[in-house]
Structures are given as structure tokens and as C-alpha cells.
């Protein structure tokens, strides 16, 4: 080829050469993603919306609501005959003992109202009296309260009649209602006292320890579980995986129940969080994230 022939097509060459290059080289491509981040793989999963119900909770103690003492009218007189003992039902009007007078002939003790006989002091051949102890003691219509003490800020979402769910220590789970509320707080502890009405068939003891839970309203917003909280000195922080590196996210939380906790600031739905935070993993740290899904069992 002619050496002027030569220099003209170089020119050309290296035009040809360069374009090939732009055309098969991926690392130039536009539409290419990025490479995947090398760093510890990490259990992720989405941030979302749920609904936690807003609970004030009662510890206190059962006591009968209305408990009555049953006393003859009369003095010197003798037990001859006992029909009930504590623990019993008993209606209006039940005949529970009889009583010798000392004129000889007998009365009747009757139940001036219907409900359980929590104590009985009658026996026979003992003395009864008008001004002595009780015969029996009698809780009317067997209506037992859940008296407890809950926090000032508590008492104000507290209202009559609303409903509760209450476990009692030796009688399990039982239904109950707010009955009544303190209008005053006890000044050195800043609590005030709730009495719940309890519902149930069951034989309650008095003096039984109870906790009651009353749903006072709901709150809806974004939730993450409890471990991926981080609690530190910054505050209170939530790891994001974005971009396949960590984001530190400083949150403002709400409301937690069974294992989620409420998120009202710094996370918005559909998030990337890392499920277990941990103090390990930094900010601009680059991660490999695994759903929660795809985790081996």
C-alpha cells in the first residue's frame, strides 16, 4: 500500500477502534446497575404500618364491693342449729342459722341479701350477740372489685365503663369494667386510685392479687420489632440498609406491643431495616441484605 494511503486510513483506524471500545465495554454502559456492595450479610426487613392498642394497666387487689355483717337483734342468745358456711350462696331471705332464746322457744338468722359468705364465726353451743362478732359476713350478690393504683398521666385516659381484661392470681382471666375514679392522687407517690367491677361466676378470694389491662384507644403508624432499636447515647436509632450500605436513623417511638414497637418519626413505610440492630455495624458500612423471608429455618 502506498505509504500516503497509509497515512490517511490511520486516522480512520483509530476512530473505528475507539467506538468498538465504547460499544463493548459494560463498565461505560448507561443502563447498568451498580456492583453489588461486598460487606456482612444482614436479616433485613420492611418497615410497616400497623395499629397498637393504647393500654393503661392496673396491679392491685381484689376486695368485696359491698360486704354485710350478720348480727341477731337480741343479746344472750345461743347458736342450736348452723346451715351455712363460709364459702356458700346464699338468696335473700335463707334461713342460715337458729338461736335459743334464753326464754326458751328459737329465732332464725337470715340473709338480708343474696351473695357468698366470706366469714362465719357461728358455731353451736356459741353465744350471739347484737354488740358481739359477726356470725357470718356475707359479700352482696357476690360483686368483687379490683382496687389498684395507676399513674397520674394514666388516670386521664381512664373513663366509667370501660371494658377490661383482668388475670387474677388463682382464678385466671376474668372480664371487668372501670367502675370508679379517684378525683384525688396520693401526693408523694403522684398515684391515683381506680376501683374495676369484676364480672365472672368464678369464687374469687378476697385479698387476691389481679392485674387488669384497659384499652383506652389505638394508635396506626409505621412499626419495626423491638430489636432493631438501638439505645445509646445519640438517643434512640434505627439501622436502614439503602444503596447497600447502612443509614443510622435517629426515631422518635411510640407504643410497643407484642414485640413491635410504634416508630412515629425517622423511618417512613417500606423502609429497608436491619432487623437485629447492633453496635458492630456503622454508618456507610456496606452490607449484604437478607430478607427475614428468605432466612433458613
Known sequence: MPAFAARNLAPTLTALIAAGLLCFSPALAADDPEPPAKGAAVTVLKAQKSCFANIVEVSGTIIAREENQVRP??????????????????TAGQVMAKLTLPEGGQITVQAPVGGVISASTASVGAMASAKGEALFSIIARGEFDLVGMVPTRDIQKLQVNQTAR???IGAGEVDGKVRRLSTTVEPNSQLAQVFLGVTTNRRL?????????IKTGQS???SVPLTAILYGSA???VQVVRRARVETRRVETGLMSAGQVEITSGVAEGDIVVARAGALLREGDPVRAVTASAEPK
Do not use: H, P, Y
Open 73 to 90: 337483734e337480741r343479746i344472750g342468745l345461743k347458736v342450736a342449729e348452723v346451715m351455712v358456711d363460709a364459702g356458700d350462696s346464699v
Open 166 to 168: 383482668i388475670k387474677v
Open 205 to 213: 378470694l378476697v385479698n387476691s392479687s389481679g392485674r387488669a389491662q
Open 220 to 222: 396506626c403508624g409505621v
Open 235 to 237: 438517643g434512640t436509632v
